[in-house]
Structure formats: C-alpha cells, structure tokens
C-alpha cells in the first residue's frame, strides 16, 4: 500500500492560508489523494480528493506536484473551528479502505 | 438527508461481556466500513460490506469480532468476551456504489466503548 508522510503539527494564525503539505512519494498513477479532518473526538470529516489536476471546492483547495509526490492542502482563510488533526489519506491497494497515517494537528489562533 | 447514524454513542461493557456497535448508512449508500480509533492513534480500517456480503475483512482481529450487514436494518458491529484493549472509538462510514474510481466515505459520529 502506498504511504502518506505529514508534518505533525503546524500553527496559523486566524484568518491566513493554512498550507498543510503531504508526502506521498510511492503513489501510483491512477490512486487518488484524499484529505479529511477530525475535529476534537468527531468523526472524520471529507475535505477534498484529487488525483492529478489541482481541485477547489467550497472548503479548501488542493494542489498536486506535476509528478503527483506531493500535494498540499489549502485553507484559504484558516478560522478557529478549523482547528484539527488534517489526514492525507490513500486508498489500500484492494480499493476498499481509507489507510489513516498519524496526520497533522493544525492549531489555528486568534 | 441524514449522514451516517451510530448507536450508541457511548457504551461501557464489564470485561467478558458482549458489545454490539450499531451504524445505519446514510441514505441511497450500499457500502458500510467499520474503523477502530485507539487513544492518539489514526483510525484503522476494519472490515467492510455490502448488503448480506463481507467484502473485506482484512483488518478484523481474528477472534471475538463479527460484524454483518443484512438486507433490512443496520449494520452491526459485534465484540465478544470485550477486554480492557477493546476501549476504543468505533467508527462507521458509508459510500455509495463504487461505480467510480474513488471512494469517497462519509463518517458517522463514532461509539465510544469503554470496557471496564
């Protein structure tokens, strides 16, 4: 299965771009990158998902290396509830299943 | 439309009794997977189903847990014999029919089992 490598944790001040980066070197061509967020104890929650153009939608917006190693995650305008562990996520090679990495701890302050 | 609904929302069983976790899909989803959260750690995918159909069941311990997902009624996630390791959240997702290339679940609320 193909891996996804995060930073830990990372601060932003209130109303800034949030630019969380992810690694996700051993990607195959036809996989998708997937970002989702847990809020405190919350379920999971779906941001984007992308697979070679860069994609935006009323969330966040999603930019991907020409070579499709890396991308990263943009929160245009961070608030205080934006405040979360960020996870990059891949599929499992069968297709069925989220692989969830330790993810990001996004800490956004005022 | 309601989104994933899990029932219930916290549970606390003695060790050695059974728990049963319950998820109902969101509404038009034929697909359910189940994910175990331990403290500070990422989810980790357990089992997914159709309806009356284990597709994968790769991330299942091999013991004590069944999980099942009939064609009326929800799916259920069942422990057996629960021990102190088992304290963990539960988390239930959805999908539509995967007539696309990507999958993309939606979560429910997740049940927080404590076994004491």
């Known amino acids: 299965d193909a891996k996804t490598t995060q930073p830990p944790s990372m601060d932003c001040a209130e109303g800034r771009a949030a630019n969380l980066p992810c690694n996700h070197s051993?990607?195959?061509?036809?996989?998708?990158v997937y970002w989702y967020r847990q809020i405190h104890s919350q379920g999971p929650q779906y941001i984007i998902h992308?697979?070679?153009n860069n994609e935006t939608n009323e969330m966040a917006s999603l930019i991907i290396t020409e070579d499709r190693k890396s991308s990263t995650l943009i929160l245009p305008h961070a608030t205080l509830r934006d405040t979360a562990v960020y996870y990059c996520?891949?599929?499992?090679?069968?297709?069925?299943?989220?692989?969830f990495g330790k993810g990001t701890t996004l800490s956004v302050s005022s | 439309n309601a989104g994933v609904m899990q029932n219930p929302r916290h549970l606390v069983r003695r060790r050695g009794q059974e728990a049963r976790l319950r998820c109902s899909p969101m509404?038009?989803?034929?697909?359910v997977y189940w994910y175990r959260q331990l403290p500070e750690e990422g989810l980790k995918f357990m089992v997914y189903?159709?309806?009356?159909?284990?597709?994968?069941e790769s991330g299942m311990p091999k013991e004590r847990f069944s999980a099942e997902f009939p064609k009326e009624g929800p799916s259920i996630l069942r422990i057996q014999q629960v021990v102190r390791g088992d304290s963990a959240a539960y988390f239930c997702?959805?999908?539509?029919?995967?007539?696309?290339?990507?999958?993309?679940?939606?979560f429910g609320p997740g049940t927080r089992l404590t076994v004491l």
């Open positions: 997702a959805s999908s539509p029919p995967l007539g696309n290339t990507y999958n993309e679940q939606f």
């Open positions: 051993t990607i195959s061509g036809n996989e998708y």
């Open positions: 992308g697979l070679k």
């Open positions: 996520i891949v599929l499992n090679q069968a297709g069925t299943a989220l692989i």
């Open positions: 509404k038009g989803h034929s697909h």
């Open positions: 189903l159709q309806k009356e159909n284990i597709i994968d």
